[in-house]
């Protein structure tokens, strides 16, 4: 379980969500984006990743965050789902942090709505929760 | 791992062995005296065999090592090469070609024994001392250890030289290649920009630049290409085997096997390309007696060749066997519902022959395995001009077929125009681009009127549809700020676009230039929006999406009949009219007289004006020094009256007149002459469906063009008229 455990961290508004280290690809500053008319609501738009053309994903819409308060200037954190990557558009980029095992909890049962698929657990920091990110569930929504 | 590896190794050499083998095998069926080719493929069953022996492939190891058995039987003379010994070595192919498929999918060898087959290699095996010895003169045994070292030798030499000149690539890596130089071009494109410095030595080196990366464009754009022979070489065993089923009689010829297409394109053509020739070869040649019978070689000819033209790549494929008979094409079409018995009767042969393109056509009598399943020569078109390419069929009916389809070299890379719609940047494919109208919206000129809610605009007298770039985006999508419509423009630009057989009109805010453009696909998420067939990055690092033309003509209802096949019928019946009725462009004047006439614009050569100063009067005629040369110049309504006093003086027209419009018409004789008319009225195209009488000579037909009657003007009746009575006047 060494890689397992290693999270790349990111702020939305001021809630804290990781993702598996391993699936991250690359974290880039924020891109000009080409806008998709007719594309469902999550996609932002597509960025020119030296020549490659990926697919933006707006995480605030996905997780039902207030889109008013985003960030004029989004991060991307370049992620890989199947052979394709995609690009979550995050407010501000954590640090890489390595979790033990006995701080992960379960989700609580009392999650609802969409939000519950999209989280795998839970790991209980000092002063605040991390959140975990399914990337393939976001993806496919 | 490591096992892994070479297992995948061997499946890919095993692949390519086969191939060969078919094609060896065809030859040797044809020439089985030929020691070459029955030491090559004694050699692959050799090879197939040490390898399966050596990965634990038992079943894979014993077919082999049984066909090598049997082979070096026939290469020791000691078994006559008969059918059924060609037959089993297919089947042996076939075996293994069945076994590397199983272990390429899931593994394992597959739990077929083939024990039918292992029987039937015995028997003939054990058939070896029924050969007469008299026949075949055993070879001694000093020869054959001689030549199997040779052939030993001969297989190391090609190892080496293989080694030497090739190596795999894996296609994603050519690909990334493909990325990264695409990546370079921008930012070569980004440098050249800087003229910051005056420098020689900066100057030089971007130069050296921008020419090496030219050049490495341009070479691994070619890496990309393979050669036409990848699918053809398959067609060996394929005809062989139809040709067999069929009982007939047929010669593959294969020209510019060479001829290199990009790989994407190569995969695309592959099904309608077998779908082409099992027809030639199940519809197209004969029976070898039927052949006979109608004084043809009873061995058909079938010829696939490739070559480059323009820019395209241009695949025929001509069978000498039966033809397409139009009749019978029409009499299927009929009963299929497709089109109606008098449209049919209307139709030329080759209108006919083309029919076989619509869909629920076949023309096979009885639905074989071999082809037709009534999806037929329409998915074959569909197919082609997904890719961009282009199919017609000729037929001379009792002779020969012939079908040519052109293609583009490469998919990747597209000619295109970039437009703009709000902030956004759009590529439309050059392919669906018929001609750019810009309109001035501040003058009296045609606008875009509206019919109830749906704008169209007249072009040249014919109503185009008109679709707002702006508007389905913004209705479309809930993002807004992006499309906002500009209430107070000054210009229109429409974009005329063409798909199949629609045409429609794109109003695009801007329309910028042209270029070459890379396509590349969008991700998963935005795969299933029909507007969008890709997109691409343009020179500024920007990413442009390229607009898919059929699926925009789809969502907005102006293409129909493929998405509605129930109104095929319907549909078909106006596109037969269409083919019924040519098409004319014709300029609409108006004579002296104020009658409206109409001339064939292919016969006008320029409009004039001529200061009526100008014109000279010799012989109650009138002419002008137009280009060096004399120009007769004529009223229409004076050329048929025969008594000449009764003419009117070209003075008179002259009267209270400064200048005068001419029509110089120059006919295919090459002689000229000039039409005086009041005014020009319009320009337009247009089918004459209704034709009234002619109410005099000189008039063809009559018809109603902008609620006026119109003459058709009968020019070859005219030019005779006016050079009678020039001569006329000359010998008076």
């Not at chain 2, 109608?294 to 058909?300: A, C, I, S, T, V």
């Not at chain 2, 001509?318 to 109606?340: C, L, T």
Request: net charge negative; hydrophobic share 40%; with cysteine.
């Amino acid at each position: 379980m060494e890689g397992g455990h290693q999270y790349c961290t990111f702020y939305l508004d001021k809630t804290f969500f990781g993702i598996q280290v391993d699936r991250v690809q690359e974290i880039i500053r924020f891109q000009e984006m080409a806008i998709v008319p007719m594309s469902p609501d999550i996609v932002k738009g597509l960025i020119n990743l030296r020549g490659q053309i990926i697919t933006g994903i707006d995480l605030r819409k996905c997780l039902d965050f207030n889109t008013e308060y985003a960030n004029k200037k989004p991060m991307n954190v370049i992620v890989k789902s199947g052979a394709e990557a995609f690009s979550l558009l995050v407010d501000r980029i954590g640090d890489v942090l390595d979790l033990s095992e006995d701080l992960r909890e379960n989700k609580p049962d009392t999650l609802s709505g969409k939000v519950r698929d999209l989280i795998s657990d839970v790991y209980k920091l000092e002063n605040k929760l991390l959140l975990v990110l399914d990337i393939d569930k976001i993806i496919d929504l | 791992m490591a096992a892994d590896e070479m297992l995948n190794e061997f499946l890919i050499e095993c692949n390519e062995s086969l191939n060969q083998l078919d094609n060896d095998l065809v030859i040797f069926e044809e020439d089985p005296s030929s020691q070459e080719i029955l030491a090559s493929i004694f050699r692959t069953f050799h090879t197939i065999k040490g390898s399966s022996g050596f990965l634990a492939l038992n079943k894979l190891e014993t077919i082999s090592h049984k066909g090598e058995n049997l082979l070096s039987l026939i290469r020791e003379n000691k078994i006559a090469v008969d059918r059924d010994i060609i037959n089993v070595l297919f089947l042996l192919v076939d075996a293994i070609r069945e076994i590397i498929l199983n272990l390429s999918n899931k593994g394992t060898e597959g739990e077929n024994n083939y024990e039918v087959l292992l029987q039937k290699l015995e028997q003939l095996q054990a058939s070896e001392k029924d050969v007469p010895a008299k026949i075949m003169a055993p070879k001694n045994d000093e020869g054959a250890i001689l030549e199997k070292v040779d052939a030993l030798k001969e297989n190391v030499e090609n190892l080496s030289g293989i080694t030497d000149t090739k190596i795999r690539v894996d296609v994603s890596t050519l690909d990334s290649l493909m990325n990264l130089v695409g990546e370079l071009v921008l930012a070569r494109n980004r440098i050249m920009q800087f003229k910051v410095s005056e420098d020689t030595a900066y100057l030089s080196s971007t130069h050296k630049l921008n020419l090496v990366t030219s050049e490495l464009q341009t070479v691994i754009m070619k890496t990309r290409l393979q050669e036409i022979n990848n699918i053809w070489s398959k067609f060996h065993r394929m005809v062989r085997d139809l040709a067999v089923a069929k009982k007939k009689s047929v010669n593959l010829v294969l020209e510019g096997k060479e001829t290199e297409l990009d790989r994407t394109i190569i995969e695309a053509i592959n099904d309608p390309l077998v779908h082409l020739v099992r027809n030639s070869i199940d519809h197209g040649i004969e029976t070898p007696a039927q052949r006979r019978k109608n004084g043809k070689p009873p061995m058909g000819t079938l010829r696939l060749s490739a070559f480059h033209e323009g820019g395209q790549v241009n695949i025929e494929i001509f069978d000498d066997g039966a033809g397409i008979d139009p009749e019978k094409i029409k009499e299927k079409a009929i009963s299929k519902g497709i089109i109606s018995i008098e449209k049919a009767a209307q139709l030329s042969p080759q209108e006919s022959i083309n029919l076989i393109f619509k869909s629920g056509f076949s023309t096979a009598k009885t639905v074989t395995n071999i082809s037709g399943r009534g999806v037929g020569m329409d998915i074959v078109k569909t197919n082609i001009e997904k890719i961009g390419g282009s199919i017609e069929i000729h037929s001379k009916p009792g002779e020969n077929s012939f079908v040519r389809i052109k293609i583009p070299l490469t998919l990747a890379i597209v000619p295109a125009l970039i437009v703009s719609s709000g902030i956004q940047k759009y590529a439309i494919p050059q392919l669906n681009l018929l001609e750019l109208v810009r309109l001035e919206l501040d003058d009296n000129k045609t606008q875009i009127e509206m019919v109830h809610n749906a704008p169209v605009f007249r072009l040249r007298g014919k109503l185009l549809q008109i679709i707002y770039l702006d508007r389905i985006f913004r209705e479309g999508s809930g993002k807004n700020g992006t499309h906002q419509l500009n209430g107070n423009k000054k210009t229109l630009n429409i974009v005329v676009l063409k798909s199949g057989n629609h045409e429609f009109g794109l109003v695009v805010d801007e329309v910028h230039n042209t270029q070459d453009i890379v396509v590349k696909s969008l991700g998963k998420k935005l795969k299933n929006i029909n507007y969008f067939s890709g997109a691409t990055i343009l020179g500024d690092g920007a990413i442009a999406l390229i607009l898919d033309i059929l699926g925009i003509g789809h969502n907005n209802n102006i293409i129909s009949d493929v998405l509605h096949k129930d109104d095929s019928g319907a549909k078909t019946k106006s596109n037969i009219q269409k083919l019924n009725v040519e098409k004319q462009t014709l300029l609409l004047i108006s004579d002296l007289m104020d009658n409206q006439m109409a001339i064939p614009l292919n016969t006008v050569a320029r409009l004039e004006e001529f200061l009526c100063s100008k014109i000279e009067i010799s012989g109650n005629k009138a002419f002008i020094q137009y280009r060096n040369k004399i120009l007769p110049l004529i009223v229409l309504s004076n050329v048929f009256i025969e008594d000449e006093l009764k003419k009117e003086p070209p003075e008179k027209f002259l009267e209270n007149k400064e200048t005068l419009k001419v029509v110089v018409v120059k006919l295919k004789s090459g002689k000229s002459f000039g039409i005086i008319v009041d005014k020009i009225i319009d320009i337009l195209e247009t089918e004459i469906i209704d034709k009234g009488p002619a109410p005099r000579k000189g008039v063809l037909y009559t018809f109603v063009m902008k609620k006026h009657i119109t003459e058709m003007i009968d020019f070859d009746n005219i030019v005779n008229k006016v050079e009678s009575q020039l001569i006329a006047i000359g010998t008076n």
